[in-house]
T-cell receptor, first 119, second 113 residues
Framework: AQKITQTQPGMFVQEKEAVTLDCTYDTSDPSYGLFWYKQPSSGEMIFLIYQGSYDQQNATEGRYSLNFQKARKSANLVISASQLGDSAMYFC????????????????FGKGTKLSVKP | NAGVTQTPKFQVLKTGQSMTLQCAQDMNHEYMSWYRQDPGMGLRLIHY???????DQGEVPNGYNVSRSTTEDFPLRLLSAAPSQTSVYFCASSYAGRSYEQYFGPGTRLTVT
């Protein structure tokens, strides 16, 4: 079974509108971290935002926020006021455990969502 | 800080050739890893290391070797290249701990003919 599921292969959004990119995860570990990365057409991986499983509040970083619904095991990325430069692939990823030792440092990635922002 | 550096950026190999992809980081990160990215597949973990002298296999290790003799360097060796290894390869590093993001290198685009 997939540990990270991104069900939207591609999405379109109008410039200046908000968009939500979906991510669901599967883990039995009570301790985990969730990450979102952006990959523009130039290919580099850019870290956007992090949410820990014990965090009480949803994470926010500028125009990015993470809609964390623990009971539903979802960690959707919300981009407000979309810009043309937001057109890219977006990956959701999870690290299980406390992240110390062995495989706990590993990130498990979803297959990504390609976001296209229309002018 | 240079961050995570990878060389080469592009490489074309013939089937059966071997080569080493270089990766270095200057952030004193304990954790380093190699991923491959194929269309529609996301990033899949090849090998990882939690410190100098310690390496382990990820999801897709076959056909690849790694070693970690120093904290800074984590080379990936292709033993006998196959067309199925045509991919984009990313090296990443991070501090140990759940909340630390991984920093990625710029990637190496490898084509095996």
């Amino acid at each position: 079974a997939q540990k990270i599921t991104q069900t939207q292969p591609g999405m379109f959004v109008q410039e200046k509108e908000a968009v939500t990119l979906d991510c669901t995860y599967d883990t039995s570990d009570p301790s985990y971290g969730l990450f979102w990365y952006k990959q523009p057409s130039s290919g580099e991986m850019i870290f956007l935002i992090y949410q820990g499983s014990y965090d009480q509040q949803n994470a926010t970083e500028g125009r990015y926020s993470l809609n964390f619904q623990k009971a539903r095991k979802s960690a959707n990325l919300v981009i407000s006021a979309s810009q043309l430069g937001d057109s890219a692939m977006y990956f959701c990823a999870m690290r299980e455990g406390d992240g110390y030792g062995g495989s706990q440092g590993n990130l498990i990635f979803g297959k990504g969502t390609k976001l296209s922002v229309k002018p | 800080n240079a961050g995570v550096t990878q060389t080469p950026k592009f490489q074309v190999l013939k089937t059966g050739q071997s080569m080493t992809l270089q990766c270095a980081q200057d952030m004193n990160h304990e954790y380093m890893s190699w991923y491959r990215q194929d269309p529609g597949m996301g990033l899949r973990l090849i090998h990882y290391s939690v410190g100098a002298g310690i390496t382990d296999q990820g999801e897709v290790p076959n056909g690849y070797n790694v070693s970690r003799s120093t904290t800074e360097d984590f080379p990936l060796r292709l033993l006998s290249a196959a067309p199925s290894q045509t991919s984009v390869y990313f090296c990443a590093s991070s501090y140990a701990g759940r909340s630390y993001e991984q920093y990625f290198g710029p990637g190496t685009r490898l084509t095996v003919t």
